[in-house]
């Protein structure tokens, strides 16, 4: 996650996650297509809430779930990638 969203949801508050350092390393194919693109500063989202009931949670089928506040919140800052489902319990 990049620093500016974490900052974000620090403002808003979350449950369900924390973060952490994080090492990035870039491979060689990603040197070679995306030569100049600057990767931002990221952190590690560590999620351990529960999905349907925090802000963050880890679903059975291993996806992400996320509260639609929270989801409000990363969507101002563009989320250009992403795609989005309801969660079901």
Same mark, same amino acid.
């Given at each position: 996650?990049?620093? %500016?969203?974490?900052? @974000?949801?620090?403002? @808003? /508050?979350? *449950?369900? @996650?924390?973060?952490? &350092?994080?090492? +990035?390393? +870039?491979?060689?194919?990603? !040197?070679?297509?995306?030569? *100049?693109?600057?990767?931002?500063?990221?952190?590690?989202?560590?999620? &351990? /809430?529960?999905?349907? !009931?925090? &802000?963050?949670? +880890?679903? *059975?089928?291993?996806?992400?779930?996320? *509260?639609? !506040? +929270?989801?409000?919140?990363?969507? %101002?800052?563009?989320?250009?990638? @992403?795609?989005?489902?309801?969660? &079901?319990?």
């Amino acid at each position: 996650m990049t620093e %500016e969203a974490k900052r @974000a949801l620090l403002k @808003a /508050g979350f *449950s369900g @996650a924390r973060f952490a &350092d994080v090492e +990035i390393t +870039i491979s060689d194919n990603f !040197r070679d297509v995306f030569s *100049s693109v600057k990767l931002p500063p990221l952190v590690w989202l560590q999620v &351990d /809430g529960k999905a349907g !009931r925090d &802000d963050f949670g +880890i679903a *059975s089928n291993l996806h992400l779930v996320m *509260s639609e !506040r +929270i989801l409000d919140v990363l969507d %101002e800052l563009g989320l250009p990638l @992403a795609s989005f489902k309801p969660f &079901d319990e």
